[in-house]
Structures are given as structure tokens and as C-alpha cells.
């Protein structure tokens, strides 16, 4: 399955983004999604999933109540609602997709970054 993310860009803190991912090659409903985001010089960091019908989430703490997963399996695309969004909420966002669930950063499938940047 091929992914593409989209929709990062630059918000002033307190601000709102919707990344979205889409996917071609492969029926995304057979996948759990995953969001992983990473700042210069550091790792990458697990921000959360959501599983293949919607019914799990899993949420980093730091963007619990913030941050919203969702899916259109119809349209082969997933979305991360970002709200109230912090400076340190700045990094690349990737999007990835493993058929079982998983918490880690061993999916299967990923798509290119998009740079989302929050000014204080």
C-alpha cells in the first residue's frame, strides 16, 4: 500500500491542522493506522493509532483531548484532527499502516512526511 500525507504547514500556537493520509495500492481497512511524528534531533515518537473499523484509539498523553484519529474507509483516507496545538507540537507527522495493531514504531507501510510547524 502506497500512503500520502498531507496537510501540515504553519499555525500559530493555539491553532488547528487536519493532517490527512491517503492510501492507494491496498484497501486501507485492512490496516491499523498509525501517526508518528519526529523533531530535529530526536527520535521518532509514537503518536498514536487508530485501529481498522475506528473502534480503538490510542493516544500519545501530551496530545490527549487534542488530537483526533479518524478514517473514511470509503475514501481510503485517514485524518489527525490537531487542535490547541503547542509549539512543541512541531515536527514532521508520518502516517503508517501494519495489518495487525501495534504501539510501536514497526509498521509495515509509511508515507512521506509533512511538516507541521507551530509558532509560539
Known amino acids: 500500500v502506497q500512503l500520502q500525507a498531507s496537510g501540515g504547514g504553519l499555525v500559530q500556537a493555539g491553532g488547528s491542522l487536519r493532517l490527512s493520509c491517503a492510501a492507494s495500492?491496498?484497501?486501507?481497512?485492512?490496516?491499523?493506522m498509525g501517526w508518528f511524528r519526529q523533531a530535529p534531533g530526536k527520535e521518532r515518537e509514537f503518536v498514536g493509532a487508530i485501529s481498522w473499523g475506528s473502534r480503538a484509539t490510542r493516544y500519545l498523553d501530551s496530545v490527549k483531548g487534542r488530537f483526533t484519529f479518524s478514517r473514511d474507509n470509503d475514501k481510503n483516507t485517514v485524518y489527525l484532527q490537531m487542535n490547541s496545538l503547542k509549539p512543541e507540537d512541531t515536527a514532521e507527522y508520518y502516517c503508517?499502516?501494519?495489518?495487525?495493531?501495534?504501539?510501536?514504531?514497526?509498521?509495515?507501510?509509511w508515507g512521506q512526511g509533512t511538516q507541521v510547524t507551530v509558532s509560539s
Open positions: 495500492g491496498r484497501t486501507l481497512s485492512m490496516f491499523v
Open positions: 503508517a499502516a501494519d495489518p495487525r495493531w501495534k504501539l510501536t514504531a514497526e509498521y509495515e507501510y
